[in-house]
């Protein structure tokens, strides 16, 4: 599996089969410390437009970066949590899903089909973010946590759903951590 990533950019990576999943994994670790590949709204609304989201104009600066770091937060908090078979806080999420305004719209597709799709009302980070929310809040109830891991590399935070057959994957990419997990075993032999 390749890293899926934006345009011109080292990261965030688009690899944990889940949206929710990705969105939390835009924290993750470089050279043995936390890197935070949003620095600004600007890139918040580039993955938020790379995942299907448009982002309506913000009133003030660094707010939407701040409630999607937020966000985020609670998200890795309530993921980790089901994995380990904590209690769930719920309610702040329940606030974050409360932003989400939105609608069906009939469309017609590129093949002539009708289509029903999902318009969100997006002009404040929080309903910007709400999306989002609905996508882990449908991971928390929907998801198999048998196959939602943290990749093995001791040296990587970053998590995923294994939707391969056998369910054996162990690391986040082969490209990222299961290259270099087979680079520090070839050394260990030669060694």
């Not at 999943?21 to 410390?33: G, P, Q, R, V």
């Not at 989400?100 to 029903?116: I, K």
Request: charged share 25%; aromatic share 8%; net charge neutral.
């Amino acid at each position: 599996m390749t890293a899926a990533m934006l345009p011109g950019a080292e990261g965030p990576w688009f690899i944990a089969e889940d949206q929710a999943l990705d969105f939390i994994n835009t924290l993750a670790m470089a050279e043995k410390s936390p890197h935070d590949f949003w620095q600004s709204d600007d890139d918040v609304r580039q993955w938020l437009q790379h995942v299907g989201l448009q982002v309506n104009a913000m009133a003030k600066p660094g707010e939407l970066l701040a409630q999607a770091r937020q966000l985020r937060a609670l998200i890795r908090q309530l993921v980790e949590a089901k994995k380990h078979g904590r209690e769930l806080s719920l309610d702040e999420l329940n606030g974050w899903l409360a932003q989400a305004q939105s609608h069906l719209r009939l469309v017609v597709d590129e093949q002539g089909s009708l289509q029903m799709q999902r318009v969100y009302l997006l002009d404040t980070p929080q309903q910007a973010l709400a999306p989002v929310a609905e996508q882990a809040a449908a991971l928390l109830a929907n998801g198999q946590f048998d196959y939602i891991r943290q990749c093995e590399h001791p040296d990587c935070t970053l998590w995923f759903y294994d939707k391969t057959k056998a369910h054996r994957r162990r690391w986040c990419s082969m490209a990222l951590c299961g290259n270099r997990a087979k680079v520090a075993r070839f050394r260990a032999k030669s060694n």
